[in-house]
Nanobody, 118 residues
Framework: QVQLVEFGGGSVRPGGHLRLSCATS????????MAWYRQAPEKERELVAR???????VYADSVKGRFTIFRDIAKNTLYLQMTRLKPEDTAVYYC????????????WGQGTQVTVSS
């Protein structure tokens, strides 16, 4: 069973920055895609950033230019560097990893809380 463990959430003032980490139990290269999602209170879960086919990167419009998704293959870790944080970035952030075979499966981490408040 694939395990994803997120680290790095916390509370920060507007304009601040945080780096989220997602450690995987399996090699990153074994996944077809990895991503960060978030869910704010009373809102739908939304995609934040995604490595598609582990080479194409997609960002939500709301985070373009502020957030960066990157990975460290040697450490089997996915990161989300978040800068110029806004109160509307407050949410639980989840790491996901996709496998296409033997059956299409998406694995989820437990989530980490990010709170942006003055």
């Amino acid at each position: 069973q694939v395990q994803l463990v997120e680290f790095g959430g916390g509370s920060v003032r507007p304009g601040g920055h945080l780096r989220l980490s997602c450690a995987t139990s399996d090699p990153i290269q074994s996944f077809s895609a990895m991503a960060w999602y978030r869910q704010a209170p009373e809102k739908e879960r939304e995609l934040v950033a995604r490595f598609q086919n582990m080479d194409t990167i997609v960002y939500a419009d709301s985070v373009k230019g502020r957030f960066t998704i990157f990975r460290d293959i040697a450490k089997n870790t996915l990161y989300l560097q978040m800068t110029r944080l806004k109160p509307e970035d407050t949410a639980v952030y989840y790491c996901t990893a996709d496998r296409a075979l033997p059956a299409a499966t998406t694995y989820w981490g437990q989530g980490t809380q990010v709170t942006v408040s003055s």
